[in-house]
Every structure is written in structure tokens, then in C-alpha cells.
């Protein structure tokens, strides 16, 4: 499933967030969208789920514009995951993570598939032993597996998840990122928007470079990651190399 | 600890819901059986059967059974109300004798009543009751429904039943009548003295619909929990389901309480404390407040029945002396999160 | 002394008696209350009853309404009683307290009537305030007609038990054994089936223990342009309005005029109920 948006403007009170965004997911690949704040990256990621409403341009998915697909199954084929996402009553674990698959539901009744999504999600984020707590007794980096398992429970072909990493342990960062590569290969479209410089560099197919509003530039991420537009967009001067046949960047000082 | 299965397992859930459903039909019978005349209830029941009218037959038929019927659905209603409204609005103090429904609901009726309207057109009364509830649930939902601070719906409600509450009282004196500035009482506390099977037909159609129209969205009120834009992505039409709490809420509450004044606290005391039992789920929990509603009311009517005061105390004295210290624990206990 | 003298002092005796006899007799009398707007009609020409209550001209409420118009009518506000120059005001016990409590600290002479709930206490409270206003012949007429007129509904009364009405009022209330309505109802040849059930004042009267009693009259107050309101509903309600026509029990209006006061209209009241019997 491809997803792509072409000449996208996005304004709000007289700013412009997005300014002519065009860009392409690729399915099977997992692209990051990345920027310094104020950049227009979650209101991109924002706009893709559906939340936010262009003033010009269009969202195709599979060629097909956006608004011309239901509801329902633009639900089954997008899973979106907010920044600090919440949950306002103290379900317990599986229940939460279960609410992502309301899209195939008809009632409030589970079958054995949503059951198997719903197991694997929780496997997938480690988190199956913690699945009969009530969600307000984790701690900040389990609520956010959790609630990425919920996002993973609908196992849409398009994953939109919006700094899903920043409250997770350095243990938890390395394996939800390699989970989310692995996700990405079985031919998913994995679109995330982080900070964190050293995770894009090794676990990001595809870039994506906002500056207010506009896109800088777009490619791999040693491609997009070079010094000149660290300097220029990020005002930061970095190190990098290569470890294991890969490589890495650690952002070094502000300039 | 691994069972995933216990989310395909209902038998919990209808467990309760049968419990409840026992001991509500166990009250409504214990309801009929008091009185403050002693009551043959072989023959009343063969009477009405029989469609003859005997003494006891009119006393059960006409009194004892429109009381204990109003009891049940203005129960009910208040507990699905204020179990809706908590979904709806995400906070667990949304009640709509707090948030002022109930007082506006209250004023709607008021105007109806008074001005003679509903003598000519019986059906005014609740559906003055209905708007007057419609009004303030949508006022409230655009003050504080995107904002989930507790501070603003709090305040919403209590501008919004000061208004409510005065414009009842300069309704009231204004009305030629002269013991219409006297009943102010009975219509913000809230009584079923005077219930008779004609209060019942009045709102049953009304109260019916808006049931319907709560049940139906339960299972997007679990959804919601993840916040507005989280249910919007997962498939949920939120103009549409609002729109359906909102006019379910109305519906119910603004029937009951044209009928029975503004009772206050069973939509806050009831989703409470069964929210335990149906682990914290919003869609588990209507049903089974609802049932939970009716029982409490039952059980606070016949109370204030066997209470020996000259003039029968009033429901809602009741429910608000056992509501408003319970409401005041609640504050207590759960302060730090809600100074945020 | 000379005749000049004498002269000058039987007419500064005579000054003093007729002065000191003015005084004592009242000349401008203004009521504030209903009830005794209606006793001090029977007794007062306009020009010495100055003002009466507004309530007094109101048919609904007063029995001696068609007499009221040609009496002065006030609104009960001080400033136009003070301005009316009364020399004796008589108010009613429970009512306008703080008016007749400022109208004393004024200086004027305020006169309280209870209520009085026997035709006997009716008589003496007649007798009492005709006393005080000096229309003493004016009272003794009018007890030798009402006394008449009581002894002829005692006459009427048949030998058969009292055929069992209840009252009913607005709220579900009754009137027990120690109140006017009770005496109306018994001169009337009724008995009173709230005095029945114990009641000894005018007290609620639960709607279950009303249909229980069996009546078999039933006395409404008159409410029929009054309906708009909680308490009058409950008179409406579908218990009553079964019990009616299922068990044909007789209802009475009665306009509440007739009973609202005890006094004269007493007397009017049973009457109207007791030409009511046959019915």
C-alpha cells in the first residue's frame, strides 16, 4: 500500500504549518519524518491520519484520494499513534491494547482473530505479562508499549506513530525500533516522527527534512543527515561513522 | 496471568447485570407491598386482572404501582445518564444533578407546566423537561467537552444550574397561581408523591428513545477513553456520536425529571461504585448503572415512605444527604489529580 | 359664684365628657385582613369602616364581595393605611405581622383576631370586636340570625347516619376535628371522615388513606381556574378520578370562598352544602 500526498498546504490562524508538501511512503520501508520544533512534523503526521484538514492539495492511498474512502476502512488501513497518548479510565492492559481493533469490530464483541492481534501485539511490545494491570499503575515507559500495542492490534498496512520512543528505556528503544524495522519489512508502511538523531540514522529506510513548513530535503539517511544540513536546519555540529556495517551519528554541539 | 481469553468472556458481565436485574424486580415488589394502608394483595392483583376497580385495586393500581414504576425508569434513567455523561465527557464527577441537567430540565418543565401549557397538551411537559436538558448538555459539552479539566466542568455546571435555579424561582413567582412559588422546592429536590400512571405513559416513549440512544453507542464510549482524535483514527464518527449521547442524556434525563423534579446524586454515586466491578469499562457500565439506579431509587422511595414525617419528606433531600457528603470523599481522596 | 362662672364650667364639663366619650368610640376603623374586612361589613357603615383589604372585592376568595364595593379598598401598604387616619386598625393574628408590629410602634391601636374554630368562638369573636368598634346592637342582630339559621340545618338533619364526606384541598390536605371546616361539615348534616382518622388541625391527608376511608362525598375546594399548579394536580389525580366514577362517589366544589374565613360565611357554607344532600 502506497501512501503519498502532493502539494499539501496546511494553514492555521494565518501560519502556514505545511507549505507544498509533497512526499511519498514507501510500503515496506520505514521513513522518518524529522526536523527541528515548530518544523510542521506532527502536524504532517497529523494531516496523513486524518485529523488535521488541508486547505489545498491531496492524500492518495493507492492512487485513490483519501476522502473519497470510507471511514471504516481508512481505520483498518491506518493505525495512528498520537504523542503522550492517553487513556482516561483505569482499563486494564488487554483491554486497552484490544480497543485497537474497534475498526473490525461490529458491537463490542471479540473474536479469535482480534484475540491473535491482540496477543501478538503484546508479545511484540513485551508487555503480555503486565496485560491483567490496570493501565494507570505503569510506569510512563509500559503505558507507551502499551499504547503502541494498540496501534500495532489493528495490524493496518500503514503505521503513523508520533515519537513513540521518547519515554521508553534505552533497552525498550533498541527493540521497539528493531521491532517496528522488522514490521516494516513484512511490507508495511511505517511512518515516524522522531527526535532522536541516532535512531534515525540506523534504523530509518527513508528521510523526510522539515523546516517551517517546507520540505528541506528527502532520500536515506546518510543522504539527508550530512553535516551541512545538520548545520543549517538543526544548528548542530555532529560525529558519525560506521559500526557492524552500519551506520551512526551522535549529534556532538550546538553551534 | 497470560489469559487473553478473559476478553472474550461475558459471563462476568451478565452475572452482574442479572444481579442487579433481581434485586431491582425484588425491590419494585417490596415497593408495592408498603404503604400507609394495610393492603390485601391477593385480591387487589385478581381485581386488576379482572378489570374490576375495588378499593385496594385502585390503591395498588393507581398509586403504589405508578410510584414504584416511576422509581425504576427515573432510577434508571439517572444511572445511564450520568454513566453516559462520564463517557461522553471523560470525567468521573459528570452527574447531571451536579453539572445542572437536571436544573435546567427542571426550568424547561416549569415553563410548561406553569404557564398551563401541558393542561392543553400533556406531551409539553416532557419534552419542555427534554429541551431544558438539551440545552445545558449542549452548552456543557461546548464549554468542557474537548477540555478535560475537571475545574471547567465543574464551573460550567455550577454557572449553568445558578442560572437554571434562578430563572426556575422568577418563573415560579411569576405565575399566577398561588402556591406555585411554593412547589420551588419540590422541583430542585425532587419527589415521587403524587406519581400517577399518567406520568408513567408521558415519558416512557421519550425515555425509551434516549435509553436506546445511549446503549447503542456503548461500544464507542470504550474507544473514547484513548481521547477524541485516537477514536477518531480507530473509526469513530464523533459528530455522530455525540450527537447521540448528547440527545440520549436529554431524552431520559429531561423526561424524568419533568415528572419528578431534579433528584440529584444516584448518576454520580452508582457509576462509581460499580465501576470496579465492571473494570473501569464505560461500555459495561451503563447497563448495569442503570439497573443500579432504579434499585437506589427504589430503595431511597421507599424510605421516605416509611419515615414518619407529617409531610412526606422529599426524594431528593434523601439522595442529596447521602450524595453530598459521598461527593465531598470523593474530592478528598482524589485531590492531587484533579488540581491538574 | 356668679352665673358667668357656672356658666363656663359646665361647658368646659361638658367638653370634657363629650371628649373623653368621643374618644373611646372609634370613628375611622381600617382593616387589614380578609376575614375581618367581611365581620366589620356586618357591623360598619362606609363611613366609619375607611378601608378594607383589596381582597375583600375578589369573588374567588371573599363571601362578602358584592358588599366590599362600596367600601374603600387599600393595598395593605402602611404609607396608605397611615394615610387614611385611622383611630383603631384590626389585623389578624398570624397575618401582616410586621405591618401591625410597625403600626404600633407608630402609636396607633392595633386590635388581633384569631381564628376561631367553633360557631360558639364565632359568636364570641363578634361579640368581642363589636365591643371594641361599639356596634353592639349590629352583632346581636346578627347572631339572632345566624343562631336561627343554625337551628333550622340542626332541624334538617335526618335521624339516618351521617351520610361520610372527606375535604380535600390543594396538596392533599384535610380539616380534623378542632377547625370551622369540621363544624360546617357536622351543621351540615356530614361527618367529617378526616376527624375520623385522628386528625385534630388542618393536616395532610395521604391520597391512599383517603381512597381506604370510602367516602362517600368528596369536597373539592374550587380549583377549576386554578389548575396550573402541583398541589391542585394532585385533586386530579387518576386514583381519585377512578375512585369516582367506579365506586359513585359525590363530589362537591366548593368555591373557596364559603370556608376561607369563620364568620357569616360559616352559616352560608353549610347551607350550600346541606341543600347539596339530595342531590
Known sequence: MTLRTSKLIVKVNNSTLLNNISVNFSAGKLTGIIGPNGAGKSTLLRTLAGLQTQQHGNIFLDDKPTHEISKKTLAQTISYLPQSPECHWALTVERVVSLGRFPYQTGRHLNQKDINAIKEACYATDIQHLVERPIHQLSGGEKARVMLARALATQADILLADEPIVSLDPRHQLEIMALLQTIARTGKTIVLVLHELHFVMRYCDELILLDKGLKIDEGDPPSVLTPQNLRSVYGIDSISGQHQNKNWLLPWNPL | MMSFTYLLETKREKRLVLFFLTVTILLFFASLLIGDTPLNIAPALQAIFQGHHTIDQLILQHIRLPRSLLAIIIGASLGIAGAALQGLLRNPLAEPGLIGVSASAALGAVIVFYSGLSLIFPLALPLGGITGALLSVTMLFLLAGRNSSVLTLILAGVAISSLAGALTALALNLSPNPYASLEIFYWLMGSLSNASLNHVWLILVPTLLGWWLLIRSRAALDVLSLGEETASTLGVNLSLLNKQLILGVALSVGAAVSVSGGIAF????????????????????????????????????????LVPTQQELKIGVLTALIGAPFFLRLILSSRREWLS | MNCKQIFLLACSLGLIIFSTTGFSRPQRIVSLNLCADQLLMELLPPQQLVGITQMATNPDISYSYEKAKKYHTHSGRTEEIIALQPDLIVAGQFTSSTTNQLLEQLGYSVIKIGLPRTILDVFQQIKKLAQQVNAKHQAEALITNMQGAQKNLLQAQSSHPLPRAAVYYANGYSAGKNTITHEILNLAGYSNIAAEYGLTTVAPFSLEKLL??????????????????????????????????????????????????????SIAAAQYLAGLHSL
Request: proline share 6%.
Open chain 2, 266 to 305: 444516584i448518576g454520580l454515586i452508582i457509576p462509581h461504585l460499580l465501576r470496579p466491578f465492571v473494570a473501569h469499562r464505560p461500555s459495561s457500565l451503563l447497563i448495569v448503572s442503570g439497573l443500579g439506579g432504579a434499585a437506589l431509587l427504589l430503595i431511597a422511595d421507599m424510605t421516605v415512605r
Open chain 3, 212 to 265: 381506604a376511608s370510602r367516602p362517600e362525598i368528596l369536597i373539592f375546594g374550587h380549583f377549576q381556574d386554578n389548575q396550573a399548579s402541583l398541589a391542585h394536580q394532585l385533586l386530579q389525580h387518576t386514583a381519585i378520578q377512578t375512585l369516582i366514577t367506579s365506586h359513585h362517589v359525590k363530589t362537591i366544589t366548593m368555591p373557596d370562598r364559603y370556608w376561607n374565613c369563620a364568620g357569616p360565611s
